[in-house]
Structures are given as C-alpha cells and as structure tokens.
C-alpha cells in the first residue's frame, strides 16, 4: 500500500503561484508513475502533470503547459506541483496519484490515464480573477 498525502492549497489571485506537495509513504515498488490530477466544480477529472521516475520523463495537459512544473524529490519520498500564473480555470480540487510502473516508460504513464492504484484525499485551489 502507498499513502498519499496532498498540502499546499489555498487562495491565491490570479497571475500569482503556489506550490503543491504530496508526501509518499508505504512503497513496496521500485518504479511509478506519479502525477497530479484535477476536479473543477461540476466538471470530471482532468489529468494535470505526470512524472516517471524510472527516468524523470514529464507530460503536461496544453491547459497548463508552460505555467506548471511536476517534479519528485526522491530523498523525501514527495512530489510537487509548482503552479505559476495561476489562472481562475485552475480552480479545482487537486489530487495527486501514483501506481506502480511495468513498461513503456512515460507512454506506458499516459495510456494509464486516470487508472492509477492510489489516491490522495484532495486539496482545494482557488484562483480569484
């Protein structure tokens, strides 16, 4: 079992940024993938950013592209989400996810889609214009 642990949310204004982090515990796998997801108001999920950490390999939706940064420190088992330019589409709960890794590397990651083995519980961003 891995335990996700989200912090970092809040409210920030438009064209400001914020840093997501998410504490990992629990890993009895060597490789995964690991990413950040999103879930506006009345919206379904959206994939955000993920990361391979066999390789450090990134993807990044084109909403966030540019503006966004996903990176793992290995030595304290966290990932990150460093948001800059913060829009008020941005606004949403924000999950971070991560399942073990078997092949394929970064594309093996993407045709996951949202079919990860484990979940945080969610922090709220909001971004006021």
């Known amino acids: 079992q891995v335990q996700l642990v989200e912090s970092g949310g809040g409210s920030v204004q438009a064209g400001e940024s914020l840093r997501l982090s998410c504490a990992a515990s629990?890993?009895?796998?060597?490789?995964?993938?690991m990413g950040w997801f999103r879930r506006a108001a009345e919206k379904e999920r959206e994939r955000v950013a993920l990361?391979?950490?066999?390789?450090?390999?990134?993807y990044y939706a084109d909403s966030v592209k540019g503006r966004f940064t996903i990176s793992l420190d290995n030595p304290k088992n966290t990932l990150y989400l460093q948001m800059n330019s913060a829009k008020p589409e941005d606004t949403a709960m924000y999950f971070c996810?991560?399942?073990?890794?078997?092949?394929?590397?970064?594309?093996?990651?993407?045709?996951?889609?949202?079919?990860?083995?484990?979940w945080g519980q969610g922090t709220q961003v909001t971004v006021s214009s």
């Open positions: 990361i391979d950490t066999r390789d450090g390999s990134t």
């Open positions: 629990g890993s009895t796998y060597s490789s995964y993938c």
């Open positions: 996810a991560a399942t073990p890794a078997y092949g394929g590397y970064l594309s093996w990651c993407i045709e996951r889609g949202g079919s990860f083995a484990y």
